[in-house]
Protein backbone atom coordinates (compact mmCIF):
# COMPACT_ATOMS: atom_id res chain seq x y z
CA UNK A 1 0.00 0.00 0.00
CA UNK A 2 0.72 3.13 0.06
CA UNK A 3 1.95 5.32 2.91
CA UNK A 4 3.13 8.91 4.21
CA UNK A 5 4.09 9.82 7.43
CA UNK A 6 5.06 12.68 9.47
CA UNK A 7 4.73 13.45 13.15
CA UNK A 8 1.32 14.69 14.35
CA UNK A 9 2.69 17.53 16.05
CA UNK A 10 5.33 20.05 16.61
CA UNK A 11 6.00 22.65 18.73
CA UNK A 12 8.36 25.39 18.49
CA UNK A 13 9.89 29.18 20.09
CA UNK A 14 9.60 32.12 17.93
CA UNK A 15 12.55 32.77 16.15
CA UNK A 16 14.00 29.63 16.35
CA UNK A 17 13.91 26.82 13.62
CA UNK A 18 11.85 23.93 13.16
CA UNK A 19 12.39 20.44 10.60
CA UNK A 20 9.48 18.81 9.53
CA UNK A 21 10.00 15.63 8.06
CA UNK A 22 8.37 13.13 6.24
CA UNK A 23 8.79 9.39 5.19
CA UNK A 24 6.59 7.94 2.20
CA UNK A 25 6.29 4.87 0.48
CA UNK A 26 4.64 5.02 -2.53
CA UNK A 27 4.05 3.25 -6.39
CA UNK A 28 6.31 5.14 -8.33
CA UNK A 29 7.36 8.96 -7.75
CA UNK A 30 7.20 11.98 -9.72
CA UNK A 31 7.60 14.38 -7.46
CA UNK A 32 7.08 15.65 -3.55
CA UNK A 33 4.95 18.78 -2.48
CA UNK A 34 4.43 20.56 0.67
CA UNK A 35 1.47 22.72 1.51
CA UNK A 36 0.50 25.07 4.49
CA UNK A 37 -3.11 24.75 5.81
CA UNK A 38 -4.17 27.11 8.69
CA UNK A 39 -6.97 26.28 10.94
CA UNK A 40 -10.44 26.60 8.99
CA UNK A 41 -8.67 27.18 5.75
CA UNK A 42 -7.43 25.66 2.36
CA UNK A 43 -4.10 24.46 1.84
CA UNK A 44 -1.51 26.62 -0.30
CA UNK A 45 1.10 25.39 -1.79
CA UNK A 46 5.11 26.01 -0.25
CA UNK A 47 7.58 23.97 -1.91
CA UNK A 48 7.99 21.15 -4.54
CA UNK A 49 11.55 18.66 -5.34
CA UNK A 50 11.62 16.25 -7.73
CA UNK A 51 15.30 16.03 -7.84
CA UNK A 52 17.26 14.96 -4.65
CA UNK A 53 18.78 17.85 -2.26
CA UNK A 54 17.60 21.16 -1.12
CA UNK A 55 15.20 24.00 -2.18
CA UNK A 56 15.25 27.44 -0.51
CA UNK A 57 12.62 29.47 -0.61
CA UNK A 58 12.81 32.49 1.82
CA UNK A 59 12.47 31.54 5.73
CA UNK A 60 11.45 27.94 4.09
CA UNK A 61 13.80 25.25 2.48
CA UNK A 62 12.59 22.06 1.39
CA UNK A 63 15.18 18.62 1.20
CA UNK A 64 14.25 15.31 -0.73
CA UNK A 65 16.33 12.30 -0.99
CA UNK A 66 14.29 9.66 -3.59
CA UNK A 67 16.65 6.48 -2.34
CA UNK A 68 15.53 6.83 1.41
CA UNK A 69 12.15 8.12 0.68
CA UNK A 70 12.83 10.87 2.86
CA UNK A 71 11.84 14.56 2.77
CA UNK A 72 11.62 17.69 5.34
CA UNK A 73 10.78 21.22 5.15
CA UNK A 74 12.69 23.76 7.21
CA UNK A 75 11.17 26.64 8.63
CA UNK A 76 13.57 29.45 9.57
CA UNK A 77 12.94 32.66 11.97
CA UNK A 78 9.60 31.53 13.00
CA UNK A 79 6.93 33.79 13.32
CA UNK A 80 3.68 33.43 15.36
CA UNK A 81 1.69 33.10 11.95
CA UNK A 82 3.79 30.43 10.70
CA UNK A 83 1.12 28.24 13.41
CA UNK A 84 -0.59 25.79 10.64
CA UNK A 85 0.04 22.00 10.05
CA UNK A 86 1.72 21.10 7.10
CA UNK A 87 1.09 18.84 4.47
CA UNK A 88 3.25 16.50 2.35
CA UNK A 89 2.62 14.92 -0.65
CA UNK A 90 3.67 12.38 -2.80
CA UNK A 91 2.45 12.52 -7.01
CA UNK A 92 3.03 8.81 -7.51
CA UNK A 93 3.20 6.17 -10.84
CA UNK A 94 -0.66 7.74 -12.03
CA UNK A 95 0.34 11.36 -11.20
CA UNK A 96 -2.00 11.37 -8.19
CA UNK A 97 -1.51 13.05 -4.58
CA UNK A 98 -1.14 11.03 -1.93
CA UNK A 99 -1.39 12.74 1.51
CA UNK A 100 0.01 12.52 4.78
CA UNK A 101 -2.00 13.30 7.27
CA UNK A 102 -0.30 16.39 8.19
CA UNK A 103 1.72 18.23 11.07
CA UNK A 104 0.48 20.48 13.16
CA UNK A 105 2.96 23.62 14.33
CA UNK A 106 2.51 25.46 17.30
CA UNK A 107 4.69 28.45 17.65
CA UNK A 108 5.28 29.56 21.42
CA UNK A 109 6.65 33.18 22.16
CA UNK B 1 -14.32 35.62 -8.91
CA UNK B 2 -10.44 34.87 -8.54
CA UNK B 3 -9.38 31.36 -8.21
CA UNK B 4 -11.59 28.82 -6.86
CA UNK B 5 -14.91 28.97 -5.29
CA UNK B 6 -17.08 26.51 -3.63
CA UNK B 7 -20.69 26.77 -2.09
CA UNK B 8 -22.32 26.25 -0.37
CA UNK B 9 -19.42 27.25 2.70
CA UNK B 10 -21.48 24.84 5.28
CA UNK B 11 -24.79 22.70 5.35
CA UNK B 12 -26.17 20.11 7.68
CA UNK B 13 -27.83 17.57 5.80
CA UNK B 14 -30.78 14.97 7.28
CA UNK B 15 -29.69 11.46 5.93
CA UNK B 16 -31.02 10.04 3.07
CA UNK B 17 -30.97 13.61 1.21
CA UNK B 18 -28.96 14.35 -1.83
CA UNK B 19 -26.48 17.15 -2.00
CA UNK B 20 -24.58 18.94 -4.50
CA UNK B 21 -21.42 20.90 -3.81
CA UNK B 22 -20.56 23.05 -5.96
CA UNK B 23 -16.86 24.29 -7.54
CA UNK B 24 -16.00 27.03 -9.83
CA UNK B 25 -12.07 28.16 -11.07
CA UNK B 26 -11.46 30.98 -13.36
CA UNK B 27 -8.06 30.11 -14.06
CA UNK B 28 -8.77 27.67 -17.30
CA UNK B 29 -7.37 25.14 -15.53
CA UNK B 30 -8.17 21.76 -17.19
CA UNK B 31 -7.65 19.36 -14.59
CA UNK B 32 -9.75 19.71 -11.42
CA UNK B 33 -10.37 17.19 -8.08
CA UNK B 34 -12.24 16.34 -5.17
CA UNK B 35 -10.92 15.82 -2.09
CA UNK B 36 -12.34 15.19 1.19
CA UNK B 37 -10.63 15.72 4.65
CA UNK B 38 -10.87 14.43 8.25
CA UNK B 39 -9.25 14.58 11.85
CA UNK B 40 -6.10 12.63 11.86
CA UNK B 41 -6.26 11.85 7.95
CA UNK B 42 -4.55 13.14 4.81
CA UNK B 43 -6.42 14.14 1.85
CA UNK B 44 -8.65 12.05 0.42
CA UNK B 45 -9.14 11.86 -3.12
CA UNK B 46 -12.59 11.34 -4.31
CA UNK B 47 -13.47 11.98 -8.22
CA UNK B 48 -11.07 13.93 -10.57
CA UNK B 49 -11.11 15.29 -14.04
CA UNK B 50 -7.83 15.98 -16.46
CA UNK B 51 -10.34 17.41 -18.94
CA UNK B 52 -13.86 18.87 -19.53
CA UNK B 53 -15.78 15.77 -20.57
CA UNK B 54 -13.76 13.19 -18.57
CA UNK B 55 -13.87 11.96 -15.14
CA UNK B 56 -12.04 9.46 -12.81
CA UNK B 57 -12.50 7.68 -9.73
CA UNK B 58 -9.97 8.50 -6.71
CA UNK B 59 -9.54 6.42 -3.26
CA UNK B 60 -12.87 6.94 -2.10
CA UNK B 61 -15.88 7.23 -4.44
CA UNK B 62 -18.51 5.15 -3.49
CA UNK B 63 -21.75 7.02 -2.82
CA UNK B 64 -20.31 10.46 -4.64
CA UNK B 65 -20.30 11.09 -8.33
CA UNK B 66 -19.58 13.72 -10.49
CA UNK B 67 -19.82 15.44 -13.45
CA UNK B 68 -17.66 18.22 -16.07
CA UNK B 69 -19.81 19.53 -18.89
CA UNK B 70 -17.25 22.70 -19.04
CA UNK B 71 -13.87 23.70 -17.82
CA UNK B 72 -15.12 25.74 -15.13
CA UNK B 73 -17.45 23.76 -12.95
CA UNK B 74 -16.93 20.93 -11.54
CA UNK B 75 -20.02 19.78 -9.01
CA UNK B 76 -20.10 17.02 -6.79
CA UNK B 77 -23.03 15.21 -5.82
CA UNK B 78 -23.88 12.96 -2.72
CA UNK B 79 -27.16 11.02 -4.20
CA UNK B 80 -28.30 9.64 -0.77
CA UNK B 81 -26.52 10.82 2.07
CA UNK B 82 -24.77 9.23 5.14
CA UNK B 83 -23.31 10.00 8.06
CA UNK B 84 -20.01 8.77 7.61
CA UNK B 85 -20.01 11.54 4.63
CA UNK B 86 -19.62 14.36 7.37
CA UNK B 87 -16.27 16.07 6.29
CA UNK B 88 -14.72 18.99 5.21
CA UNK B 89 -14.95 18.80 1.10
CA UNK B 90 -12.34 20.84 -0.71
CA UNK B 91 -11.89 21.30 -4.58
CA UNK B 92 -8.74 21.81 -6.33
CA UNK B 93 -7.80 23.01 -9.91
CA UNK B 94 -4.53 22.22 -11.53
CA UNK B 95 -2.87 23.52 -15.16
CA UNK B 96 -2.21 19.77 -16.25
CA UNK B 97 -0.37 20.62 -18.78
CA UNK B 98 2.88 20.92 -19.63
CA UNK B 99 5.58 20.62 -16.32
CA UNK B 100 4.24 17.94 -13.64
CA UNK B 101 5.42 20.06 -11.32
CA UNK B 102 2.48 22.72 -11.84
CA UNK B 103 0.48 22.47 -8.36
CA UNK B 104 -2.91 22.23 -7.38
CA UNK B 105 -5.25 25.41 -6.06
CA UNK B 106 -7.35 24.86 -3.87
CA UNK B 107 -11.13 26.43 -2.91
CA UNK B 108 -11.84 27.20 0.58
CA UNK B 109 -14.12 24.05 1.41
CA UNK B 110 -17.24 22.85 2.23
CA UNK B 111 -18.26 21.95 5.72
CA UNK B 112 -20.67 19.39 5.28
CA UNK B 113 -22.25 17.41 8.36
CA UNK B 114 -25.18 14.36 7.89
CA UNK B 115 -27.09 13.72 10.84
Same mark, same amino acid.
Given at each position: ????????????????????????????????????????????????????????????????????????????????????????????????????????????? | ???????????? %???????????????????????????? %???? %?????????????????????????????????????????????????????????????????????? %?
Amino acid at each position: GQNIDQPTEMTATEGAIVQINCTYQTSGFNGLFWYQQHAGEAPTFLSYNVLDGLEEKGRFSSFLSRSKGYSYLLLKELQMKDSASYLCAVKDSNYQLIWGAGTKLIIKP | IAGITQAPTSQI %LAAGRRMTLRCTQDMRHNAMYWYRQDLG %LGLR %LIHYSNTAGTTGKGEVPDGYSVSRANTDDFPLTLASAVPSQTSVYFCASREARGSSYNEQFFGPGTRLTV %L
